[in-house]
């Protein structure tokens, strides 16, 4: 198995990471994961502009472009002979003596990326999934995909001891998202998902849900909502890459709706299975 390091393409068991990586150190460096369905990513594009993005907005310079990002993660997809699965890509701030402030342009990013088979969750997308809710008290760019995952986790974490599949956090009233997805609510046949603002990461999946909606006739309003919206709402999902729309058919043990996946999001699911169709077909 074949992984990327600093640009290389070499053997797991070969690459080695240093203890004064400063992303294994501060969880200084930003990263994405990105869907491979039939060999192929979905929306690539979009996860490798947002990377450049996140690195931008805490000054790490990634020195590629997009189209060399995908050049090399396309060669490790087949040179992994990977048809159904994910790659992770993360560039930290590199390497050097510990220190908070930065280190000096000398020093270079430290770039890994792997691939790994995973399927598609196609039961918990059929039958849905509890949650919880939590008080999110992360901080306030929560826009940047950061390895800082420390909020995220404890609310996953929690969720799973309770049971759950996801937490969805909340800032006093209001909705953010959840602790790997972003959140939407049904009610009275509009879409509701919180701006993408400071204080959720801007999911790809999001966008891509957000435009099938406007060519597709969903009314789709980007405005928050609050806690009793949401537990009053007519449906619930959560998007991600990795669990795509998942139907949130419980949360905090009172059922959504009559408790199983609605019209909408099924609606939405078929829209999104067109549009992987389109881009990863074989
Ligand atoms: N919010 C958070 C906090 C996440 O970790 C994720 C998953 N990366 C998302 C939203 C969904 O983003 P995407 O659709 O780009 O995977």
């Not at 969880?27 to 993005?53: C, Q």
Request: aromatic share 6%.
């Amino acid at each position: 198995e074949y992984v990327i390091l600093n640009g290389d393409l070499i053997e797991r068991s070969e690459a080695k990471v240093d203890i004064e990586d400063r992303g294994y150190q501060f969880g200084d460096g930003v990263y994405e994961v990105i869907r491979v369905y039939n060999g192929k990513m979905f929306t690539a594009d979009e996860h490798l502009e947002r990377l450049l993005e996140s690195g931008r907005k805490i000054e790490l310079d990634i020195p590629y472009s997009v189209g060399q990002l995908k050049q090399m993660l396309a060669e490790m997809i087949k040179r992994n002979n990977l048809e159904l699965g994910i790659v992770y890509m993360q560039f930290s701030r590199g390497t050097s003596p510990r220190n908070h402030a930065y280190p000096g342009a000398d020093v270079a990013p430290v770039l890994t990326a792997y691939t790994r088979e995973t399927s598609r969750p196609v039961e918990s997308m059929r039958n849905g999934v509890k949650a919880i809710l939590i008080e999110d008290i992360r901080w306030l760019r929560c826009d940047i995909k950061s390895l800082n995952l420390l909020g995220n986790i404890m609310a996953k974490q929690k969720a799973a001891q309770s049971g759950c599949f996801e937490a969805i956090q909340h800032r006093g009233d209001t909705v953010t998202e959840g602790s790997s997805s972003n959140i939407a609510i049904v009610k009275d046949g509009t879409l509701y998902t919180h701006p993408a603002t400071n204080l959720i990461l801007n999911g790809i999946t999001r966008r891509k849900i957000n435009e099938i909606c406007r060519e597709n006739g969903v009314a789709l309003e980007e405005s928050a909502f609050t806690k009793d919206d949401l537990l009053d709402a007519d449906e619930v999902f959560m998007s991600s890459t990795s669990a795509e729309i998942t139907p949130i058919t419980e949360i905090e043990g009172k059922p959504i709706g009559n408790g199983s996946s609605g019209p909408i999001t099924n609606k939405l699911q078929n829209l999104f299975e067109e549009a992987i169709e389109k881009e990863c077909g074989s």
